[in-house]
Antibody
Framework: QVQLVESGGGVVQPGRSLRLSCAASGFTFSSYGMHWVRQAPGKGLEWVAFIRYDGSNKYYADSVKGRFTISRDNSKNTLYLQMNSLRAEDTAVYYC????????????????WGQGTLVTVSS | QSALTQPASVSGSPGQSITISCTGTSSDVGGYNYVSWYQQHPGKAPKLMIYEVSNRPSGVSNRFSGSKSGNTASLTISGLQAEDEADYYCSSYTSSSTHVFGTGTKVTVL
């Protein structure tokens, strides 16, 4: 079955960097776009970024643009989120999620989701 | 991009029907049929319940249905059951090539 497993979360000081990973299995990873979505403690969901199946297009939320970079390695079935210049407001559980249909441009739905990894930005 | 507007809470008795609204603008909900709904139980990852306004994924109960009129989308849960108690979020694609989620609705089964 489709499985997404995030890793790389932890406690980091403001201004520092962190890289999250999302290991995919159970589907042809190289045929699907992927998203990152986050959820601050006790708050709602916030879409973060999308990368097309071949990495040719990437889109970001305004709140992370210029600080975060989404990337993928299709040979390793892994999605990444490089987070630089971290702020307290970036504290959240970060989920990776598969986009809907194959070869999509990212307009679609998120299914399934990983279990999430917690990032805490604090001094 | 402002979050889509949902009621903070909705409640109903077992067996009843409830509807959750999701209001956006012509740049998101009103402009595209890329509206989806997610159920989230405490401490768990969200689960897709409805995609493209009214389509139900395989395995999701037919008690869940979706619709849209203008800038407002809706999720209806019929025959409410105890296991439906959770947070629900809508999501829409936007004209900026991004996605926006709703503020979230807590569903309580009385």
């Amino acid at each position: 079955q489709v499985q997404l497993v995030e890793s790389g979360g932890g406690v980091v000081q403001p201004g520092r960097s962190l890289r999250l990973s999302c290991a995919a299995s159970g589907f042809t990873f190289s045929s699907y776009g992927m998203h990152w979505v986050r959820q601050a403690p006790g708050k709602g969901l916030e879409w973060v970024a999308f990368i097309r199946y071949d990495g040719s297009n990437k889109y970001y939320a305004d709140s992370v643009k210029g600080r975060f970079t989404i990337s993928r390695d299709n040979s390793k079935n892994t999605l990444y989120l490089q987070m630089n210049s971290l702020r307290a407001e970036d504290t959240a559980v970060y989920y990776c999620a598969k986009d809907g249909p194959m070869y999509s441009s990212g307009r679609n739905w998120f299914d399934p989701w990983g279990q999430g990894t917690l990032v805490t930005v604090s001094s | 991009q402002s979050a889509l507007t949902q009621p903070a809470s909705v409640s109903g008795s077992p067996g009843q029907s409830i509807t959750i609204s999701c209001t956006g603008t012509s740049s998101d909900v009103g402009g595209y049929n890329y509206v989806s709904w997610y159920q989230q139980h405490p401490g768990k990852a969200p689960k897709l319940m409805i995609y493209e306004v009214s389509n139900r994924p395989s395995g999701v109960s037919n008690r869940f249905s979706g619709s849209k009129s203008g800038n407002t989308a809706s999720l209806t849960i019929s025959g409410l059951q105890a296991e439906d108690e959770a947070d629900y979020y809508c999501s829409s694609y936007t004209s900026s090539s991004t996605h926006v989620f709703g503020t979230g609705t807590k569903v309580t089964v009385l």
